[in-house]
C-alpha cells in the first residue's frame, strides 16, 4: 500500500500529469466530506466508457466498434467504422458522467508503437480538459524498430504515462508473460507487467483479458478451472472453461482466463478488465459466470466488460457478481444509452455510484 501511496504522491508532484489534477480534486473533496461519508464512497461502482481508437482507411484517428471485435461494415466498401472523434467523445463521456474513460489503440502500431503520434496527441489533448482517470491499451511491449534499435516495455509505457495516461493496459504480452510464469514458477522481473508496476505501481497497470467459451461435457475433460455455465453450449454442455486469446482475439492460447486472472495478480497487476468474446457488441448483457468465477478469484479490482446494451445489465452484474466496475463502449458512442440513465437506474436499485 506505501508503495502505491508513493507512486501517486510522485506524479501528483508532476504538474503535467493528469493524475495530478485527479489527485487534487480526490483530496480537495475528502476535505469537504462530512464526517462518516468516506467509507460509502469506498464502496461505489464505476461506470466507465471505453472508445476504440483506430486509424480507418482514409489515415484518420477515429473511434469504432464492432460485432465480436469485427470493426468493418458488412458494406460494398467494407469502410472501419467511424463513431466520431477520440478527444470530443471523451470530453463528452466527461461532461455525462463517466468514472473513468479506456482508450484502446485497436490498430496496436506492432510495428513502431512509440510512432503512434496521434494517439500520443489524443491523450495530451484530453488530460487537458477531462479530470477522471485515462486508460490507454495496445502496442505496449518490448520491440526492436526497423533500424535494430531496441525499446522495453517500460520505455512504452513511460511515454504513455508523460503524454497523460494514468494507466496502461497489458492484453497478449501479459498472457505470454502469464504462461511462462506458471509453467517455471518464475518471476524474472523482465517482463512487461513486472517492469511497470515496480516502477509506476501496481495500481497503474491494467490487464485485459480476452477469453471466448469453451464448452464440455464432462469438467474432467480438461484441467483448466471449468464452471457450470448458466447458457447450455450447442449440444447441451452444461460446462465450459474460458480460453484466453491474443492478438485481437484471433489466436487462442492453452491457459484459461480463471488461470491467467491468478497468475497476473501474482506478476503485480492492480486490475483486471475482463472482456468475453462471445458476449462482444450483442448488447444481451455481460457474461456474468465469467466475471463471478474472475471477482471471486483475485482480489484485486475485476472490470466488466462486453455486451452491455441497457442499464438492467449493469445493476445485474454488480448484484450477482463482485465486479467493481462495468464499461461500454458501443451504446454510448450510438447514443442508446446514456452514461447518466445508467447511473439512475443503479441509485434506483440501491447500487452506490459517484454523482
Known amino acids: 500500500m506505501a508503495d502505491v501511496g508513493l507512486s501517486i504522491l510522485g506524479r501528483f508532484l508532476n504538474p503535467k500529469s493528469n493524475m495530478a489534477k485527479v489527485a487534487f480534486i480526490s483530496f480537495y473533496a ?22 476504440d481508437v483506430r486509424t480507418n482507411d482514409k489515415g484518420d484517428l477515429v473511434v469504432t466498434k464492432g460485432d465480436q471485435y469485427d470493426v468493418r461494415e458488412h458494406t460494398k466498401e467494407n469502410e472501419v467504422r467511424n463513431l466520431g472523434k477520440p478527444v470530443d467523445l471523451a ?20 510495428d513502431f508503437p512509440l510512432g503512434d503520434l496521434p494517439m500520443l496527441q489524443v491523450l495530451r489533448y484530453t488530460s487537458e480538459n477531462v479530470f477522471v482517470p485515462l486508460t490507454v491499451g495496445g502496442g505496449i511491449r518490448d520491440f526492436t524498430d526497423s533500424t535494430g534499435r531496441y525499446y522495453s516495455s517500460l520505455e512504452v509505457a513511460s511515454e504513455y504515462f508523460r503524454s497523460g495516461a494514468d ?31 515496480r516502477v509506476y505501481g501496481n495500481q497503474a497497470v491494467v490487464v485485459s483479458i480476452d477469453p471466448r467459451r469453451v ?38 492460447r492453452p491457459i484459461g482466463a480463471y488461470e491467467l486472472a491468478k ?58 457478481t463482485n465486479a ?12 442508446e444509452v446514456p452514461i447518466q440513465s445508467v447511473k439512475e437506474h443503479l441509485l434506483k436499485e440501491g447500487i452506490e455510484v459517484r454523482i
Not at 216 to 240: F, H, M
Not at 264 to 270: D, P, R, S, W
Open 215 to 252: 464448452y464440455v461435457k464432462d469438467p474432467n475433460d480438461v484441467q483448466l478451472k471449468t464452471i457450470r455455465v448458466s447458457s447450455p453450449g450447442s449440444n447441451g454442455e452444461e460446462y465450459a472453461w474460458y480460453q484466453c486469446t491474443v492478438n485481437g482475439g484471433r489466436e487462442g
Open 263 to 320: 497468475a497476473v495478480e501474482e506478476l503485480g497487476a492492480g486490475e483486471i478488465l475482463l472482456n468475453c468474446i462471445d458476449c462482444d457488441g450483442q448488447g444481451k448483457g455481460f457474461d456474468v459466470d465469467l466475471i463471478k468465477l474472475i471477482s471471486d478469484a483475485v482480489s484485486i479490482p475485476v472490470i466488466a466488460s462486453s455486451g452491455a446494451g441497457a442499464p438492467e445489465h449493469f445493476s445485474e452484474v454488480f448484484y450477482k
Open 91 to 110: 470530453g463528452q463521456y466527461y461532461k455525462d458522467g463517466a468514472d473513468e474513460v479506456s482508450f484502446l489503440n485497436i490498430t496496436g502500431f506492432r
Open 324 to 335: 467493481s466496475a462495468a464499461l461500454a463502449a458501443g451504446i454510448f458512442h450510438r447514443k
Open 167 to 197: 494507466k496502461i493496459s497489458i492484453g497478449s504480452d501479459a498472457v505470454y508473460a502469464a504462461e511462462e510464469y506458471l509453467k517455471t514458477g518464475v518471476k524474472t522481473g523482465k517482463t512487461s507487467l513486472e517492469q511497470i508496476s
Open 30 to 51: 475528502i476535505l469537504l466530506q462530512k464526517p462518516g461519508e468516506g467509507k460509502a464512497s469506498k464502496l461505489a461502482k464505476r461506470v466507465i466508457a471505453c472508445l
